[in-house]
């Protein structure tokens, strides 16, 4: 069964450290999602990409977070610097093309981001 | 803008104990109104996508019912292994909006 793949799953930074996460969506999928979920809470989603386009960034953080899928399949979400506060798990999903009724979003593992 | 409730927030059940977790929502064009179970630690697992009041969907132990203002899962005759969170999402556009989840134990 075909899945997103996510890594690292765990990583430990301390403040004001740069990281970086990387996606590879389900084969096939053109839209590729990056949310954030604090505990207890629901996924937020931060950057929507069509293909390599960016569809939604409006809620991502531009000043420290930046996003990119260059050749339109996999993806990488980087912080920098890193804030106490961006300790949560961070997951990537992937749908076909919701334009075309594709809305059904698949989501990787996640990483557990812990800034110390 | 869209609102996602759902409740309750955690539910304790015993094996064979059948409920149902509610998911209110109000939305400007509903695209469609997902449910995703969650172990701790992991990503959401797909469970179903309804699309249109009085739409039903089943799978094993789960039923998943719409209404124009709401959802309902159903969980027939559970077992501890159905223990994780329930989440609720909507679709407008093409982003979803999820709800806090409903955290589900189920004891033997």
């Known amino acids: 069964e075909a899945e997103v793949a996510q890594s690292p799953r765990y990583k430990i930074t301390e403040k004001s450290q740069a990281v970086a996460f990387w996606c590879d969506p389900i084969s096939g999928h053109a839209t590729l999602y990056w949310y954030r979920q604090i505990l207890g809470q629901g996924p937020e989603l931060l950057v929507q990409?069509?293909?390599?386009?960016?569809?939604?960034d409006s809620q991502l953080p531009k000043d420290r977070f930046s996003a990119e899928r260059l050749k339109g399949v996999d993806s990488t979400l980087k912080i920098q610097p890193a804030e106490l506060g961006d300790s949560a798990m961070y997951l990537c999903?992937?749908?076909?093309?919701?334009?075309?009724?594709?809305?059904?979003?698949?989501f990787g593992p996640g990483t557990r981001l812990l800034v110390l | 803008e869209d609102q996602v409730t759902q409740s309750p927030e955690a539910l304790r059940l015993q094996e064979g104990e059948s409920s149902s977790l509610n998911c209110s929502y109000t939305?400007?064009?509903?695209?469609?109104l997902f449910w995703y179970r969650q172990d701790p630690g992991k990503g959401p697992e797909f469970l179903f996508t309804?699309?249109?009041a009085g739409e039903e969907k089943e799978k094993e132990r789960l039923k998943a019912t719409l209404t124009k203002k709401e959802s309902f899962l159903h969980i027939t005759a559970p077992k501890p292994e159905d223990s994780a969170t329930y989440l609720c999402a909507v679709g407008s556009g093409y982003a979803l909006n999820f709800g806090k989840g409903t955290s589900l134990l189920v004891t033997p």
């Open positions: 939305v400007s064009g509903l695209r469609g």
């Open positions: 309804l699309y249109s």
């Open positions: 999903a992937s749908s076909l093309n919701p334009a075309s009724g594709g809305e059904t979003q698949y």
């Open positions: 990409f069509q293909d390599e386009s960016v569809v939604d």
